[in-house]
């Protein structure tokens, strides 16, 4: 069963690259005592997700800042340096978006939003979705139906529950 609106977060290892090379990001440490949103992706450089997904979070970042989120994450499972080339590719990184990697998928599957689609390479890849998150809790919660769409997991459509 995935993770619904109510929920604690599970105690996760996350990687970025920062001025030293990959290092791990604990997301409860993120998380405590802080109001952040997180949005994943099925992968970086797919169609939809950096032609849409990403750009919405973009978009609407200042508005997010405005009530009261410190902090917009894009989790992705791809490995850290794929991440970080991405964030810079779609601007997000300039924008002030942290891009973090699931690498082995274990966040992922541990709150239910992994899948597999094999003919097109994507193995253990994690469920488009965004999320509230307040102190570890999640507070709202939009999935997709469809690893194809942005519609509900979207950065305008999430701004709009606050």
Do not use: Q
């Amino acid at each position: 069963m995935g993770v619904s609106e109510g929920d604690r977060l599970p105690a996760a290892d996350l990687v970025r690259i920062g001025d030293a090379g990959p290092e791990t990001v604990a997301l409860g440490d993120l998380m405590a005592g802080r109001k952040v949103v997180i949005f994943a992706v099925p992968g970086a450089f797919t169609p939809t997700c950096h032609s849409a997904h990403v750009p919405s979070f973009i978009r609407t970042k200042d508005d997010f800042m405005a009530k009261g989120v410190e902090e917009i994450v894009c989790i992705a499972v791809n490995d850290p340096f794929v991440m970080k080339a991405w964030g810079e590719a779609t601007g997000a990184a300039e924008a002030g978006i942290t891009m973090l990697s699931d690498p082995a998928s274990a966040f992922t599957t541990a709150i239910g939003m992994n899948f597999d689609a094999p003919p097109v390479g994507l193995l253990a890849r994690s469920s488009r979705y965004a999320m509230v998150v307040e102190d570890g809790v999640v507070k709202t919660l939009h999935r997709e139906e469809s690893p194809g769409t942005c519609e509900v997991s979207g950065g305008e459509a999430l701004l709009a529950t606050l």
